[in-house]
């Protein structure tokens, strides 16, 4: 038990398929990100929100839209997905700022685009 | 820019035998260092972390790191690896200026020997 849930654990989806990655934290942080994790590269961080207000959003493409609704919560909205963007997709939680709170990550989700 | 090095992609050890592996950041200040640790099919478990003060960290599972201001170091060792160590581990730093950004190594995989 990481106190990050992630689901799915895995997900197969075809490139013109929507579908939502799901996160969720029971440690009471209040930054909540998601990373990228490609074979043979250094994990990419794509969003971070804190207190539900997105503060940091690395150039990820638009078919990628984050969501949270809340604290607690956090989800990727997944749409016309390229085979490149088979990756795992890690979430994970801090207190704010991160320098002073590690990361807690979920167990991810393996996402393959065909 | 600001890079986190992990020369050695693969290390193998036996068990029993002492470990250590590298990383090495490029940053114009000391900034905060971490080391996380990645079981197969799960997310990153935080080892230790250096905020300031003692250079020498303990972690969970026995591992310790040293930081080494003028070699732009922090190397993580274990004295003594036991065959549950084989994972994948990654060096981590977190920015002065930055409430959020962590940079990640590339990881070294660890393989141990029985």
């Known amino acids: 038990e990481t106190g990050v849930t992630q689901t799915p654990r895995h997900l197969v989806m075809g490139m013109t398929n929507k579908k939502s990655l799901k996160c969720e934290q029971h440690l009471g942080h209040n930054a909540m990100y998601w990373y990228k994790q490609s074979a043979k590269k250094p994990l990419e961080l794509m969003f971070v929100y804190s207190l539900e207000e997105r503060v940091e959003n690395n150039s990820v493409p638009s078919r990628f839209s984050p969501e949270c609704p809340n604290s607690s919560h956090l989800f990727l909205h997944l749409h016309t997905l390229q085979p490149e963007d088979s990756a795992l997709y890690l979430c994970a939680s801090s207190h704010h700022p991160v320098q002073n709170s590690p990361l807690h990550f979920g167990n991810g989700t393996r996402l393959t685009v065909t | 820019a600001q890079s986190v090095t992990q020369p050695d992609i693969h290390i193998t050890v036996s068990e029993g035998a002492s470990l250590e592996l590298r990383c090495n950041y490029s940053?114009?200040?000391?900034?905060?260092l971490f080391w996380y640790v990645q079981s197969p099919g799960q997310g990153l478990q935080l080892l230790l972390k250096y905020f300031s003060g003692d250079t020498l960290v303990q972690g969970i599972k026995g591992f310790e790191a040293e930081f080494k201001r003028s070699q732009s170091s922090f190397n993580l060792r274990k004295p003594s690896v036991h065959w549950s160590d084989a994972a994948e581990y990654f060096c981590a730093v977190g920015l002065l200026d930055s409430s959020y950004k962590l940079i990640f190594g590339s990881g070294t995989r660890l393989l141990v020997r029985p």
């Open positions: 940053y114009g200040a000391t900034p905060y």
